[in-house]
């Protein structure tokens, strides 16, 4: 369900949160960038390098004056930092807000080092108690398994323990942040399932996963709704080295765009260029077509783009006052792209 409405001088609108009945902006903002610096235990930078705390918080307060209702963040970003910054952030406002956050992930906060994961129903109560004090609050309304390839039969265990945290009051709705259409289904067994979030951006389509989404009535959380990056056409988004405690710096494997590490792939790039015309009809910026296009793929689709600053919180919060893609556009973007 999609509804328009005037906020102040704002026009935005709302999307339901799957089969909850949880309202939420169409558009939610992740929270991973804002986590600062982190690493693995063998030295793999896994945040965004480094961040100013006071202008994270700034931005956050900017993006509820302009309509943003839904953030998106974990426990493991940048080792319970970014937690700890939302909470902050929100202050007295908690309750205007729907906060998601993720489990399964076990780190070091002192030296803001990850290192191996739990699947264990006995750590997920360990983690949600110590998520909910870096929040602030008294319960999550999303809560999130963060172990992309868990084994369906722990996930099960899991399913049921997020239950429990439900019937307890701790927890609203979870879901599971996996790109595996198959292990979404396991978790969507249970009652209060609500979501999956997974990769989904205008280079990067996930057809199954919408399908199964819109079967199941679940909500499509969009992870990487602006290809970390590739779709700002910042300068990130340039032929330009990165800083070292950059995850695209040194890109895992399974982020793509970054091939070789020192900045954007070529070949990325030029799709993105040949999007451009399309992506920013209607006098959006190029990051604003990108979400404009997820809007118009799914009616389930909720993308959460990361932010540093107020600038950009501005910029992501300003395409819901555009809404989405056309059809004709949608269509269009299909033909450049060959799919």
Not at 265 to 272: K, M, N, Q
Not at 282 to 287: K, M
Request: proline content about 4%; aromatic content about 6%; charged content about 25%.
């Amino acid at each position: 369900m999609e509804i328009t409405r005037t906020t102040g001088t704002t026009a935005t609108f709302t999307r339901t949160l799957g089969r909850s009945g949880i309202e939420v902006s169409a558009l939610g903002f992740g929270c991973w960038a804002i986590g600062g610096e982190w690493q693995s235990a063998d030295g793999q930078p896994l945040g965004w390098g480094r961040v100013d705390d006071e202008e994270s918080v700034r931005a956050v307060r900017r993006a509820l004056d302009l309509g943003v209702t839904f953030f998106d963040t974990a426990d493991v970003y940048g080792c319970g930092h970014s937690e700890r910054l939302l909470g902050r952030a929100l202050g007295k406002r908690r309750d205007e807000v729907v906060v998601a956050t993720k489990w399964g992930n076990l780190f070091d906060e002192r030296t803001r080092t990850a290192d191996g994961q739990d699947a264990t129903p006995e750590h997920a109560r360990r983690a949600l108690t110590a998520s909910l004090a870096r929040l602030g609050t008294d319960h999550v309304d999303l809560y999130q398994l963060h172990i992309a390839d868990a084994r369906p039969a722990d996930a099960a265990e899991l399913r049921d323990a997020c239950e429990a945290f439900v019937a307890e009051g701790l927890v609203r709705a979870y879901a599971w942040s996996t790109d595996d259409p198959a292990r979404a289904a396991v978790f969507a067994e249970g009652e209060h399932c609500t979501a999956v979030q997974h990769a989904l951006n205008v280079l990067q389509d996930a057809p199954a996963m919408l399908a199964l989404c819109e079967e199941l009535d679940l909500a499509s959380i969009d992870r990487s709704p602006l290809a970390m990056g590739l779709l700002t056409g910042g300068h990130h988004a340039r032929r330009a080295p990165l800083e070292a405690g950059d995850i695209r710096s040194r890109p895992p494997a399974w982020l793509p765009g970054f091939g070789d590490g020192s900045g954007a792939d070529p070949e990325w790039l030029a799709r993105v260029e040949a999007l451009r015309e399309v992506l920013t009809s209607g006098g959006r910026t190029l990051a604003q077509g990108a979400l404009a296009w997820l809007w118009a793929r799914s009616p389930s689709t909720v993308p959460i783009p990361g932010f540093r600053s107020v600038a950009q919180a501005e910029e992501n919060a300003g395409a819901l006052t555009k809404g989405p893609l056309t059809a004709a556009q949608s269509a269009e973007v299909d033909r450049i792209l060959g799919r």
